[in-house]
Every structure is written in C-alpha cells, then in structure tokens.
C-alpha cells in the first residue's frame, strides 16, 4: 500500500513541474530559445590574437555558413564553434567566478572574439593564466591557435 501511496504523489509531482515548466517556456522565462538556421546567417566573427609567438599573431575575419575570411583555418574554426555550441549556453562564457583552476600557466598569449555568433552578439576575451583558462582556450582551438 505505501508503494502505491509513493507511485502516486510522484506521478502528481511529476505532473505539477512538466505543467510548471511548460508554462515557464511558454511565457518566455527561462533559457533562451534554441538557435535557428535564419539566426546562422550573420556569423561573423573578429579574432585578435596577442603574444602567441611564431607568426600566430594578429586580426582574423571569420564568417560561417559557408565557411570563409581571413582566419588561417576557416573551416575548422566554425567546425569548432558549432561543435560547442549548445542550446541554453553561450559558447564564449568567462570562467565563473569562483571556480578552482589549476596554478598552471600557459603563457602571455591573449585573445579578444568580437562580433556575432548564433544571432547573439559576442565580446569575449581569453587568457591563458590558469588552467580553467586554458582548458577555455582550448575549447575554442582551432578558431583560436593552438598553443600546444
């Protein structure tokens, strides 16, 4: 009997948040809609890259769906940018504050992304001083040089 008592209140729970969070999308609240393919059409990104060393310095054009611009490997840095692209989370977000990196240092390289990317407008810059940042930069490799 407590078995079926317990089957019940959870299918009512569950009930209350799929009709709670239905009515959220609904409304607009909470995370922003998925991207769409007309959304793809003004990719366009700026890439400025500082102390890398070994010629990998300087500004780069990117645009996206067609892949094309200044940018060393077009192709593989839009494949990079769609492959972390995921609904709900900007693909350019700093580290969160308060996060605990490795004491791990990657070098003077720095990077500034401006521009827009999924309909959104990007401003992101990236370091390589710890090992959150770094792991960040990587991320992003090819778009931004691989650093080793």
Known sequence: MRL????????????????LFAG??????????????EDRAGDHLTVTVRDAGDGRDGTYELSCHPAHGSHPDARGACAALDRDTRWGRDTFAPVPDGTV??????????????????????DAFYTRGNGCEIARWKRLVPLLPDLG
């Open 4 to 19: 079926l008592v317990r089957a019940v209140v959870s299918a009512g729970a569950c009930a209350a948040l799929t009709a």
């Open 24 to 37: 959220t999308a609904a409304a607009g609240i909470g995370a922003p809609p998925p991207v769409r393919d």
């Open 101 to 122: 990196c490795t004491l791990q240092y990657g070098g003077p390289a720095t990077a500034r992304v401006t521009g827009v990317w999924a309909g959104r407008p990007v």
